[in-house]
């Protein structure tokens, strides 16, 4: 399989599950991301992981909490949500390098209810 | 800081007719710029990008984007739209260091047959 890949496409969970989502990329590259896709606002950036540096938003609740074993694969694991996080979850993937400009590359996303 | 600024969170074209996505942007330095399409239920996928170079940039489908710096601006244009056209496009500017994107609100774009 080519790309990056996300699983489950589609999922439903209540305020007091734990759930995790998993990307994986098979493009070779030594970056990744999580985005959150709401109606009507920007992407926002969630979590980064690279060779040269880990990043965090900081306005992303702790009930979020991302997992990179290797730069193939990025969990983003999920417990006591809210029904506000509610989205479509991207995960990209690029190269990587400190001189950026790299193209990301995006999976199809997990829509996320939260009920 | 970064910022984008995409004019029109929905644009309604004839088919046949130019299509004419407007982003501007904000930074003290110049910036990488990208313009990616989303289609229905699907991840984002790169149409162009300007990094160096020649400022007007052709990318897939037919769409191309010119950067003007005076201007703050990297317009994405196609001559003639077609019904396939129809999709939430992103325009999206990174730094010249580092990997964060930042990301416009999405232009839905129409195409009336």
């Known amino acids: 399989e080519t790309g990056v890949t996300q699983t489950p496409r589609h999922l439903v969970m209540g305020m007091t599950n734990k759930k995790s989502l998993k990307c994986e990329q098979h493009?070779?590259?030594?970056?990744m991301y999580w985005y959150k896709q709401s109606a009507k606002k920007p992407l926002e950036l969630m979590f980064v992981y690279s060779l040269e540096e880990r990043v965090e938003n900081n306005s992303v609740p702790s009930r979020f909490s991302p997992e990179c074993p290797n730069s193939s694969h990025l969990f983003l694991h999920l417990h006591t949500l809210q029904p506000e996080d509610s989205a479509l979850y991207l995960c990209?993937?690029?190269?990587?390098?400190?001189?950026?400009?790299?193209?990301?590359?995006f999976g199809p996303g997990t829509r996320l209810l939260v009920l | 800081a970064q910022s984008v600024t995409q004019l029109g969170s929905h644009v309604s074209v004839s088919e046949g007719a130019l299509v004419l996505l407007r982003c501007n942007y904000s930074?003290?330095?110049?910036?990488?710029l990208f313009w990616y399409v989303q289609y229905p239920n699907q991840g984002l996928q790169l149409l162009l990008k300007?990094?160096?170079?020649?400022?007007l940039v052709k990318g897939i489908n037919g769409f191309e984007a010119e950067f003007k710096k005076s201007e703050t601006s990297f317009h994405l244009t196609k001559p003639s739209a077609h019904m396939s056209d129809a999709a939430e496009y992103f325009c999206?500017?990174?730094?010249?260091?580092?990997?964060?994107?930042?990301f416009g609100t999405g232009t839905s774009l129409t195409v009336i047959p």
């Open positions: 930074s003290s330095v110049p910036p990488y």
């Open positions: 999206a500017v990174s730094r010249n260091t580092g990997n964060q994107f930042y």
């Open positions: 990209a993937s690029s190269q990587g390098g400190r001189g950026g400009g790299e193209t990301q590359y």
């Open positions: 493009l070779g590259h030594n970056a």
């Open positions: 300007y990094t160096t170079g020649a400022t």
